[in-house]
């Protein structure tokens, strides 16, 4: 037996940024190994270049204010017609998410 563990260190993607304008480069339904959690990973490319992602968790029902709900409110239910769209983070604090698509 290998005294080495066999496990590699997920690199975390930095959280988008109230008052930020970002471009949705990917969407992309998960389900987490252990407790099979479904939940939809986006990934974002701000204005510089720089990406950055949030993970929406998937239930029956989202309040507005939520991470999903206010993807869903603002971008509707079909996460592949996301990709391309610019939006805007007006608020990002816990129960208080808005973005708003960007013509």
Same mark, same amino acid.
């Given at each position: 037996?290998?005294?080495? @563990?066999?496990? &590699? !260190?997920?690199?975390?993607?930095? &959280?988008? @940024? ?6 949705? =480069?990917?969407?992309? !339904? !998960? ?15 701000? $204005?510089?270049? $720089? ?31 996301? @990709?391309?769209?610019? !939006? ?6 816990? =129960? ?8």
């Amino acid at each position: 037996m290998s005294d080495e @563990l066999d496990v &590699e !260190i997920a690199e975390a993607m930095p &959280e988008p @940024l109230e008052g930020h304008t970002y471009t949705i =480069k990917k969407a992309e !339904i !998960i389900t987490t190994p252990v407790r099979a959690y479904k939940g939809l990973r986006v990934t974002l490319v701000n $204005t510089d270049g $720089t990406e950055c992602g949030t993970m929406l968790w998937m239930r029956g029902i989202a309040g507005e204010h939520s991470k999903l709900g206010s993807f869903v409110s603002a971008l509707g239910k079909v996460p592949n017609a996301w @990709l391309g769209k610019k !939006i805007k983070f007006a608020a990002w604090r816990e =129960k208080q998410r808005i973005i708003e698509l960007v013509p």
